[in-house]
């Protein structure tokens, strides 16, 4: 996991060819102006989806995983929190192959605060509870580019 500024973001290149273009994207493109859908970026292995909604209570709140693709969360409006456990302490609800995707249950070992102007990379293995309503429930909108790491 990596949390960080999206100005920083580069500072993080070197841990993997898809990832490097997925940061030199943030550093030299602005996610404010985007509409809600899907943008390729190069193909299957770096795009964004940019998504609007409500936070919800985290009882509500979906836990996964990836094994194949990192995620790097971001807030373009709106605040949330996203819960982040190590693979370890978690069990594996469901794996969907063909999405990438475990569904997993168990505790939360800490809290991030996601806001615009900040970046949470989530690498395969790391399980995390997303649109976690900070206080009043809020509406978010929100990049979230899917990296394939291999």
Do not use: W
């Not at 996991?1 to 550093?27: H, P, Q, V, W």
């Not at 395969?124 to 900070?134: E, N, R, S, V």
């Amino acid at each position: 996991m990596i949390y960080t500024e999206i100005s920083n973001i580069r500072r993080y290149c070197g841990m993997g060819e898809y990832l490097d273009k997925a940061f030199d994207y943030l550093a030299t493109h602005s996610l404010k102006d985007m509409e809600a859908g899907h943008y390729e970026i190069d193909g299957k292995m770096v795009y964004l989806n940019v998504l609007e909604y409500e936070t919800i209570a985290e009882e509500e709140a979906f836990f996964e995983a990836h094994g194949k693709y990192a995620d790097i969360q971001m807030t373009v409006e709106g605040e949330e929190l996203v819960g982040v456990s190590e693979m370890a302490g978690i069990k594996v609800k469901t794996f969907d192959q063909e999405a990438d995707l475990y569904e997993v249950e168990g505790p939360v070992e800490n809290y991030i605060r996601l806001i615009p102007g900040k970046a949470l990379v989530v690498l395969p293995g790391d399980a995390h509870k997303l649109k976690i309503t900070k206080g009043q429930p809020s509406r978010v909108k929100k990049a979230v580019m899917k990296v394939y790491m291999g």
